[in-house]
């Protein structure tokens, strides 16, 4: 192998260590929060209102901060704003462990909050401008990479806080992950030349917001948020309810991470192999709301089915991700699609657990909430197949 493509391999590889180190910590300061809750509440001495106020957080924070994304990579280069948002990320989760102000742990939060949402807009954009050949592959590893995050820091943040006698170290720990993701993207940052730092600015500006297609990627990708995050929720209080035991419970609300480990791994390469979306949009919707049939219908029963059909459903997330990169022609047109996507989405997202846990209080029952799902499921569905027509957020014709 020639000095050149040997160079050019190095970097290929650590781009891609990047992307996945970034990937797993995407959740971890979110998770391991939720996780050491009531234990942060009564060390800081939070008040309910103030603890609801840093659960939403992170979807508004999506939304905020991801909306900004592509004025930054227009002025500087992605690399050098991803590091930047890292940086932020770890500082973040750094300072907001070893304070006891709460309006610093607050504010701390959301700024590690503001790394990430900056870092989930420019994945999809990395991804393409790197791995254009192999974008589904790399998609599917880096959204597996993000999912393993989060469900191990979720189970391990309290293990980690009893064992070192603090809710503090189980959050802590986190940080070592995040600056670890921050070394690969010194190097790469580096050879950003002024030249090539920034996307250019187009004569006519992308503004998804005016398309079809922005807005179709963006209520199928926060419709399906809209549904994982209820499912993380209260799935576990679902099952409980149907007669399960708590410990059960939870080890079929991790079930639904674990079997949608490799559905997330193979569905982003099927989406960029086959010449259409639309057999994947309609798969997916057809598993998620037969799932939501089943657990209104018989969720002790047929628990484990259910459980298989709904992480096959939820496969509709690494799906969105990757039509990000589909729906776009150019960087510019990848990162405005991104961050509009991603930023809607999330709002919408943001309105699944609160809806089900109103509807659930008031109706002392799972079929209104779980019809409320169905009821996003068919959006999603409709939203999909508009995703799935060959069109690009860039053509004039898309406009409405």
Not at 84 to 90: D, E, I, K, R
Request: proline share 6%.
């Amino acid at each position: 192998m020639s000095a050149p493509a040997a160079t050019r391999t190095h970097g290929t590889a650590l781009v891609l260590a990047g992307i996945l180190l970034v990937a797993v910590n995407l959740r971890t300061a979110i998770t391991s929060l939720g996780a050491l809750l009531d234990e942060v509440r009564t060390g800081l001495q939070l008040s309910g209102a103030m603890a609801s106020a840093v659960t939403t957080m992170p979807t508004i924070a999506f939304a905020a901060f991801g909306a900004l994304t592509p004025v930054l990579v227009r002025r500087f280069a992605p690399s050098r704003v991803l590091f930047v948002a890292m940086v932020a990320l770890a500082a973040g989760e750094a300072i907001r462990v070893v304070t006891g102000s709460t309006v610093v742990f607050v504010a701390t939060s959301a700024l590690a909050l503001a790394g990430i949402a900056v870092a989930n807009v420019l994945l999809p954009l990395l991804v393409k401008q790197h791995f254009p050949d192999r974008a589904g592959l790399v998609t599917g590893a880096y959204t597996v990479a993000l999912t393993a995050g989060a469900t191990v820091a979720a189970a391990s943040a309290v293990p980690i806080a009893d064992a070192f006698g603090s809710w503090r170290a189980g959050l802590g720990a986190w940080t070592v992950l995040a600056a670890i993701a921050v070394l690969p993207w010194l190097p790469i940052m580096r050879r950003s030349t002024p030249g090539r730092a920034a996307l250019p600015a187009p004569a006519s500006r992308i503004r998804p917001g005016r398309t079809r297609v922005g807005w179709a990627m963006a209520l199928y990708f926060g419709t399906q948020s809209l549904s994982g995050y209820a499912t993380m929720g209260w799935l576990a209080q679902l099952f409980r309810d149907s007669g399960y035991s708590p410990q059960t419970a939870g080890l079929l609300l991790a079930g639904v991470t674990a079997v949608g480990v490799p559905v997330a791994l193979a569905m982003p390469t099927l989406a960029t192999k086959l010449r259409s979306l639309r057999p994947l949009v309609l798969t997916l919707s057809v598993a998620m709301i037969a799932s939501y049939v089943g657990l209104a219908v018989a969720p002790h029963g047929g628990a484990l089915f259910w459980v298989v059909l709904l992480a096959i459903g939820q496969g509709a997330f690494p799906l969105a991700l990757v039509a990000i990169g589909l729906r776009a022609r150019t960087a510019e047109g990848t990162v405005a699609l991104s961050a509009f996507t991603q930023s809607t989405g999330y709002l919408i997202a943001a309105l699944g657990p609160l809806l089900v846990g109103a509807l659930y209080e008031v109706t002392a029952g799972w079929t209104v909430p779980i019809a409320l799902l169905i009821a996003a499921a068919v959006v999603q569905t409709a939203a999909g197949l508009a995703v799935a027509r060959p069109r690009y957020v860039e053509d004039p014709a898309v406009t409405r």
